[in-house]
Structure formats: C-alpha cells, structure tokens
C-alpha cells in the first residue's frame, strides 16, 4: 500500500505542471527530478534499450540543430535552454523507469495508484463545482473568457460564454480530459494486460462524468472513443455507437440554441478557431514552418518560428498550435519528429497495446505540450508497463 500511495502523490505532483515554485520550474518539474535523483541512488544503474536509445538519439541530433538554427531571427535562447532541460530530464527519466516495473506485483501497485488518481480527480471536480456554485471560499480562480492571464493559478473555472468550464487542479479543462484520459487508458491497458481486476464500470462513469464537467468538447469526445475501443465485443461496439449517434442526434435537436452545443456545431463547420488549432490549421502551420526550418524551430521556439514566419490572418487559429503530431515535426524538423513519434506509432502494432496508442493519438490532437514532465511519464508507463519482463542492458 505504501508504493501505491508513492505512485499516487506522484502523479499527483505530475499534474501539477502548471504552478511554478522557483521561477518558470513547476511542481512537476521538481518531482521528476526527484524521482531520477531517487532512482539513481536506489538502483545506481540504469536501462538501454531499443526505445531509450532511440529518444536518446532524438535528443542528441535535436540539441545538434541549435547551432543551425540559434541565428535565426525569432529564435529565443532562454527559452531553447530551458525547454532542453525539460526534455533531457524527461529522456533521462525512461532510463530509470524499466527498474520499477520488472515485474506484475510492481505493475499493479502502478495500476492501483493510476485508479485512485481518477477518483480523487473526479471528487477535486465536484468540490469545485459546489464550492463555486454555493460561494464558498475565495480560493477558487476565474478566468475570463478572452483573458487567461491569470490561467496559471490553482483551482481553475473558465468562464466561458454562458457556461463554466472546470479545470480542478489542472491549468483548464481540456488538460484536466486529456491527463484523465490517458491515465484510464493505462489502468484498464494494465488490467486487461495482467488481469488485475482494478477498473470497474464505477471508475470509469466516475472518470466520464469529471470529463463532462470541464466541457471540454475534445475531451468527451475523446472519451467515446477510448470507451469504444475499450469494448472487445463487436456487437457491443456496434450498439455503443448507435446509441451514441442517437443521444447525440436528440441534444443537437433539443438544445440546439445551447452554447455549447453550438460551440460543437461551430467545430464542424470548421469555424472554430481551437479546433482548427489542431486540426488543419497546425497542418498548414508545420509545413510551412518546415519548408523555412527542415531542422526545426528548436525546443520552446515553436510559437516564436510560427509568430514570425506564418501569415496569421490565413488561419482563424492565430498563432496557436495545440496539435502534438504537428509540434514534434515543428520543434525538432524531418529526423526529429519521425524520430520522436516512431516509437508511440509501434505500439499500434501490437493488441495489448494499441488502446494506448489511440490514447496518444487522441491526446496529440488536444494539447501541443508534449515535451512536459508528465506527458515523458506517462509515456514510459505506456512502453514499460505491458512488457512482462523487460529486455535490456544495464
């Protein structure tokens, strides 16, 4: 129980990325430190294998394209050194993390911290929203709609046209869905994988219904899809879609004057700018932006390269990338990206795995932060802990 309870403060910590403690280091930066540091005193080795020698190499050759690109006139060298930082902690954590999870006890115990990480983040939901609802303390932070400067306090509820978004712990809402999302997907892969017997139906409706109250459209919707895939039956999965279809048909009827339904309606007509954020527009941003830097923009200079080289009145996105595919292609060019997305794109190629790699897949399409603490974390737990014994060299 004392490893679950670790597991748990540390994902916990994880998703605390956004408050900053020492200048622009978060809480999640430092517990990522922590647990290399804590690592290397522990196990004093650690682990080579194919996939740390791949990001391992994607690191070297990214960091090698600074001297081609630290002359470029958008490019920001604070910025470059401490987006490096990130990823080179985030690299040097998968080289720990094999040690952890040798064996099923161990994968189990991740699996049990991976649960009550999403009932806690559910009920953290539910406070919020009475709390917000009743007037009850001044603890809660509001962010007005078209002004997040204040986005980086704790306790989040956007206000958002005429409704409210709520973020809990997390920077907003759409965060809150996709740290949520993959951290299901993780605990039912681990489940099925070992048959563990941790998520229950209640879990995951608990999980859904945290989701639902940040009115994130790209997280419900991402949810439905992991659901989907999830069930093995395909006549439950034909059932599931139909009813799905079917629900959804009856709200765009019955509410369709609702603002967040119109926010949907206006997502699939393509005239929402966040949407557009990950879809096409960061397509067209990436290429263009690689047409000019075949090596890429350099960690952290991303929106800078975009900002200065990108005609914003053809997108209705602005500036904004929010599409993790497009960004790793982006920050570190051609070699960079395939480089980087390689090793996520094989786990499609085996069952055990694959509900992972939809995960990913969905969460790329949510948030361009990919080179975070947390995202290296989950990350690792998705290679490292569906693999009964770990091949490697030490």
């Not at 910590?13 to 280091?25: A, F, H, T």
Request: aromatic share 22%.
């Amino acid at each position: 129980m004392k490893s679950v309870f670790i597991w748990f403060v540390f994902l916990l910590s994880l998703s605390l990325y956004s408050v900053k403690v020492i200048g622009g280091i978060s809480v999640a930066d430092i517990s990522l430190i922590a647990f290399i540091a804590i690592s290397f005193i522990i196990k004093r080795r650690i682990v080579l294998n194919a996939l740390n020698l791949s990001y391992l190499t994607w690191f070297v050759i990214s960091v090698l394209c600074f001297f081609l690109i630290v002359k470029e006139p958008y490019f920001d060298v604070e910025k470059y050194f401490f987006s490096t930082f990130r990823c080179l902690t985030g690299v040097l954590s998968l080289l720990f993390m094999p040690l952890w999870l040798n064996t099923i006890h161990e994968k189990y115990k991740v699996s049990m911290a991976l649960k009550w990480f999403l009932i806690f983040n559910f009920f953290m939901q539910v406070v919020l929203m009475v709390s917000f609802f009743f007037n009850v303390g001044n603890f809660i932070n509001i962010v007005p709609f078209g002004d997040q400067s204040n986005r980086q306090d704790w306790f989040n509820v956007y206000s958002y046209g005429l409704y409210y978004r709520f973020g809990g712990l997390f920077e907003e809402p759409s965060w809150y869905a996709w740290f949520n999302i993959f951290c299901l997907s993780l605990c039912f892969s681990i489940s099925r994988k070992y048959n563990l017997h941790v998520v229950d139906k209640k879990v995951i409706f608990l999980t859904f219904l945290g989701i639902v109250f940040t009115f994130s459209v790209a997280g419900i919707f991402s949810f439905f899809i992991i659901a989907f895939f999830m069930v093995e039956k395909v006549k439950v999965k034909l059932l599931f879609s139909s009813m799905l279809s079917f629900i959804f048909l009856l709200v765009l009827i019955f509410f369709s004057e609702n603002y967040f339904i119109e926010r949907i309606l206006s997502i699939l007509s393509g005239g929402d700018g966040s949407a557009n954020a990950r879809l096409l527009g960061s397509l067209l941003k990436g290429f263009g932006i690689l047409q000019l830097l075949p090596f890429g923009s350099g960690f952290g200079n991303s929106i800078n390269a975009i900002d200065f080289y990108i005609d914003k009145s053809l997108f209705v996105s602005g500036t904004a990338n929010q599409n993790g595919f497009v960004e790793a292609f982006i920050s570190t060019g051609y070699v960079g990206g395939a480089l980087y997305l390689f090793p996520i794109v094989s786990l499609f190629l085996n069952k055990s795995s694959r509900l992972l790699f939809f995960a990913i897949a969905l969460v790329f399409f949510t948030t361009s932060s990919i080179f975070i603490a947390p995202f290296w974390v989950l990350l690792g737990l998705s290679f490292y802990s569906l693999s009964i014994k770990n091949r490697n060299n030490s």
